[in-house]
C-alpha cells in the first residue's frame, strides 16, 4: 500500500511505503499520511470474519495496509503477541446496557485505555522496523496522561527504542503517574516538568524544530497522528460490527472525541464497506468539533479542564484526514486552508464541504454536569460504572441515535478506576482498583524532575538516550 501526505499537490504525489510513514509520524510539508486507497471488506469478506477471534480479524484488517512490508507469518506473529496478555478473551468485548445500545469496553489492555489497542501493535512495528533498518530511535512526547502511560507500556524493553515522556508535575493522576514513574525498563523515562501540558508540548515541539538534536538523536513521535496508531484502531470497529451481525446487519457507534483519531478509524472501516449507519462524535466542553458539525463553525477556543482531560483539546489534528475527503484530494486547498486555521483561528469550509460532512458525521456536547449525570443514571440503572469519557460517548449515543432498529456502540475508552475522582462525584463512591493498578500504589517510583527549560530537558535526554552513541545507526 502507498501512502500520500494531505498537503502533497504534485502529480504525482511522492508515494512512501508503510515502513517510511510509521518512522515519521508527520509528513515533512506539514501534511498527514493517508492510504492513496481504501483496501475493501466485501460482504463475503466480512463473513468469514464472523466467529474469528480478535488477533485473527486484526491480521486480515491490517494486511493490505502493511502489505510488502513485513512477510506474513511475521506479522501475524506480532500481532497475536500485541493482544495476548489483554486481559479478556474477547480482548474488546461488547455489553449490553440497555436493549439496542451496547458498550465497547477498550480497557482491557496494560495500561486500561483505548490507547493500548494501538499502541502495544506500534512499539512492535517499531522494534521490527528498526532492527530492519539497523538503527534507533529516541521517542519524545508530551502527556497530559494516558498516552504517555501507553506509549511507555507499548516500548519499555524494546531494543532499539529510548523513549522520554514528558508530564506536567502534580497535573495528572496518581494511577497515571504511576503507570510511567513504576516502570522499571531502562529505556524509559517519564520526567515531570514544573509547568502545564501545554508547556511540555511546547518542548516537544521546539525539540523537533531543533534540527541538530534531532537528527543526532533520531528524534521520533508516537502521537496519535501516527498513520500506524488509526490502522490498529479500523480493528474494533470491524470487530464489533462482526460481532453484531455486519454484513447482513448495519451497527452505529458514538466515540468521545479528542484529536479525531478513533472516530476517523471508524471512518475508514466504513470506508472499506463495514455497514455502519451512523458516526456520532462526543466532545465535552472543548467543543470545537460540535460547533463545526452543528454550527458550522470550526473556531478554536481556549482549552478549559474538563473532568475527561484527555478531550481537552482545541485543535484535532486527524481532522485533516477527513478535510483532505471533503476537498476531494484537493492537496494545495488543504495547505492553504490550514495555513488560514493556524493564522486565523477558523478553518474554512464551503457549505458544500460542510453538509457532506454532516452526512458523515453528528455531534454533541457533554458538559461536566451532564457527564456526572450519565455515570450515575448507567450505574443506576445496570451497575456499570462507567468512566467520564466513556459516559460521553454514552450520552452522545442517546441524544444522536435516530433508528432504534439500528444497534448503537457507545465506545468505552478507560477504566472507571483511571478516573475514581469523578466517578466518586457522580455515585457517591470511588470504582474499586483492578489488581495491576492496586499493585502500582506499592511499587518505588523513578520520578526524575526537570523545570521548564529547554536545555535541561534537552541534556537530559542526551545523557540517557542511545542513539547519539554510534550516531544514528547501530
Ligand atoms: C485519547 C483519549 C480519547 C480521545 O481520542 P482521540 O483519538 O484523540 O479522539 C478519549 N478517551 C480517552 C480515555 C482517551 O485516552
Known sequence: MPYISTRDSRTPPESLAFDEVLLAGLAPDGGLYIPSSWPTLTAADLKALQGKSYAEIAVRVTTPFIDGV?????????????????????????????????????????????KDYALQLVGRLFDHVLAKKRTRVTIVGATSGDTG???????????????????????ISEVQRRQMTTVTAANAHAIAV???????????????????????????????????????????????????????????????????????????????????????????????????????????????????????????????????????????????AMTEFRRTGTLPATEAEWREATKLFSAARIDDEATLAEIAAIYRADGTVLDPHSA??????????????????????????????????????????PPSLAALMQLPERKPELPHDLGAVQNYIRAHARAHTVGAAL
Request: some cysteine; overall charge negative.
Open 149 to 171: 502511560s501507553a506509549a511507555i507500556a507499548a516500548t519499555a524493553g524494546c531494543e532499539l527504542v529510548d523513549i522520554f515522556m514528558l508530564y506536567p508535575k502534580g497535573r
Open 194 to 336: 514544573e509547568g502545564t501540558f501545554d508547556d511540555c508540548q511546547d518542548l516537544v515541539k521546539a525539540m523537533f524544530a531543533d534540527v541538530p538534536f534531532r537528527q543526532g538523536l533520531n528524534i521520533s513521535a508516537v502521537n496519535s497522528i501516527n498513520w500506524a496508531r488509526i490502522m490498529a484502531q479500523i480493528v474494533y470497529y470491524v470487530v464489533a460490527a462482526v460481532r453484531l451481525g455486519a454484513p447482513d446487519r448495519a451497527v452505529s457507534f458514538a466515540v468521545p472525541t479528542g484529536n479525531f483519531g478513533n472516530v476517523f478509524a471508524a471512518h475508514a472501516a466504513r470506508r472499506m464497506g463495514v455497514p455502519i449507519a451512523q458516526l456520532v462524535i462526543g466532545t465535552n466542553r472543548n467543543d470545537i468539533l460540535s460547533r463545526f458539525f452543528n454550527d458550522h463553525a470550526m473556531t478554536i477556543g481556549t482549552v478549559e479542564p474538563s473532568l475527561s482531560p484527555s478531550m481537552d483539546i482545541q485543535v484535532s489534528s486527524n481532522f485533516e484526514r477527513l478535510y483532505y475527503e471533503l476537498k476531494n484530494g484537493d492537496a494545495a486547498g488543504v495547505t492553504a
Open 392 to 433: 460521553i460517548a454514552v450520552a452522545a449515543a442517546k441524544l444522536k441515535r435516530h433508528d432504534k432498529t439500528v444497534p448503537m456502540i457507545a465506545l468505552a475508552t478507560a477504566h472507571p478506576a483511571k478516573f475514581g475522582d469523578a466517578v466518586e462525584k457522580a455515585i457517591g463512591q470511588k470504582p474499586t482498583l
Open 70 to 114: 513485513i512477510p506474513a507469518a511475521e506479522w501475524e506473529r506480532m500481532v497475536t503477541d500485541a493482544y495476548a496478555g489483554f486481559d479478556h478473551p474477547d480482548v474488546a468485548p461488547l455489553h449490553e446496557l440497555e436493549p439496542g445500545l451496547f458498550l465497547l469496553e477498550l480497557f482491557h489492555g496494560p495500561t486500561l485505555a483505548f
